[in-house]
């Protein structure tokens, strides 16, 4: 967030900057601090009318004479994986999830540095330090989880069962949201970034809450037009919250 900004009651406005998602678009955004001891409901109330948590802070774009940044949202109770979802969860069967405190750890920098650099190496959190990758991992004041996935290893000599995703996690009072992941770049064959949605899906089933959070869906990106994939999806516009046509 920059620290120029147009201050309202409560809120904050962010002074335009060069949209990272739609070229020739400016962004500008909403936010408000995530304080405790109200913090936790304060992102579970903003959650559902579209805000996402970046540390601190709860914002939601509001950008001048542009809406293509959508809240979308998985209702977990109607959701049925596809043929081609169900084989990309066969074919990771062999990870384990840990839902762990939201702790920083080398291991997961490195994993973060080489999804970066093979994957957004021309994006905003290029050039991340492990100090940059601490803040945004343990500065929460809400319930978040670092989510490690990682592969069952098959030699008894190895002290740790390699490392192949990870997904920071926030639990809130109607569902999980899936605040940042990053996986190995070099295992294109399992689809991690898919796969980490679907055990979202059922680690949302299993705690009993109705939604998973993917953050925003643009159609013109295709950076986030992925998230149409996953139908039935719920979109947030015109203040409410329906279904998206397939």
């Known amino acids: ?8 009651p409560r809120f904050y406005l962010t002074v335009p900057s060069a949209c ?3 070229p020739g678009r400016l962004e500008q955004k909403i936010f408000t601090e995530l304080k405790d001891p109200h913090a936790q409901d304060l992102n579970d109330s903003l959650s559902k009318v579209g805000f996402r948590r970046s540390q601190k802070v709860a914002y939601k774009p ?10 979308v ?8 994986p596809g ?9 990771n069967a062999d990870l384990t999830r840990n839902s762990l405190p939201a702790h920083a750890t080398l291991e997961q920098f490195e994993l973060l540095t080489g999804y970066l650099n093979s994957r957004h190496s021309n994006g905003g959190m290029a050039g991340m330090t492990a100090i940059d990758y601490a803040t945004m991992v343990e500065e929460t004041p809400v319930t978040t989880f670092l989510v490690e996935y990682r592969q069952r290893s098959l030699d008894p000599l190895s002290p740790t069962d390699p490392l192949m995703a990870a997904c920071l996690t926030d639990v809130l009072d109607d569902g999980v949201s899936m605040i940042y992941s990053f996986y190995d770049p070099a295992q294109t064959d399992r689809s991690l970034g898919t796969y980490m949605i ?11 809450l109705p939604y998973v959070y993917l953050g925003y869906w643009i159609a ?3 950076k986030m037009a992925y998230k149409a994939k996953f139908q039935p999806l719920e979109m947030y516009a015109d203040d409410t919250w329906r279904r998206m046509k397939a």
């Open 1 to 8: 967030m920059t620290d120029q900004f147009i201050r309202f």
């Open 20 to 22: 990272p998602y739609l």
């Open 62 to 71: 509001a950008c001048d004479g542009c809406n293509a940044c959508i809240s």
């Open 73 to 80: 949202r998985i209702p977990v109770r109607d959701f049925r």
């Open 83 to 91: 043929r081609t979802m169900r084989r990309i969860m066969k074919r």
């Open 198 to 208: 679907l055990a979202h899906v059922e680690w949302a089933r299993k705690l009993g």
């Open 220 to 222: 013109g990106s295709d």
